[in-house]
Nanobody, 125 residues
Framework: QVQLVESGGGSVQAGGSLRLSCAAS????????MGWFRRAPGKEREAVAV????????YYGDSVKGRFTISQDNAKNTVYLQMNSLNPEDAAIYYC??????????????????WGRGTPVTISS
């Protein structure tokens, strides 16, 4: 089993920045990917960013490209999501997810295997 714990959510003004963290623990040796997804009220969950470790590749949702950056610290078993130029449409619960069990495209659409409990992000205009 793998446990994921998110942190760093909060409230920020439009145009501001936040950095989310996701710490992984447990049987993490086989994790092949980690990413961030979000769900806004009344909307479906959507992929924000996913990093595939073996490929060394990262993928971003269209709405966050150029504004958000996913990164990792292997020594800390932690993945970060740096979010800049935040706007009200970015307000959501952000979930950390890990370990893609299917194709990369499938995982980007439907999520990875393990999930954290989420951290809320609110944007004030």
């Amino acid at each position: 089993q793998v446990q994921l714990v998110e942190s760093g959510g909060g409230s920020v003004q439009a145009g501001g920045s936040l950095r989310l963290s996701c710490a992984a623990s447990g049987y993490i040796g086989s994790i092949n990917s980690m990413g961030w997804f979000r769900r806004a009220p009344g909307k479906e969950r959507e992929a924000v960013a996913v990093a595939y470790f073996a490929e060394g590749s990262t993928y971003y949702g269209d709405s966050v490209k150029g504004r958000f950056t996913i990164s990792q610290d292997n020594a800390k078993n932690t993945v970060y999501l740096q979010m800049n130029s935040l706007n009200p449409e970015d307000a959501a619960i952000y979930y950390c997810s890990a370990d893609c069990r299917y194709s990369a495209s499938w995982c980007f659409r439907y999520g990875l295997h393990y999930w954290g409990r989420g951290t809320p992000v609110t944007i004030s205009s």
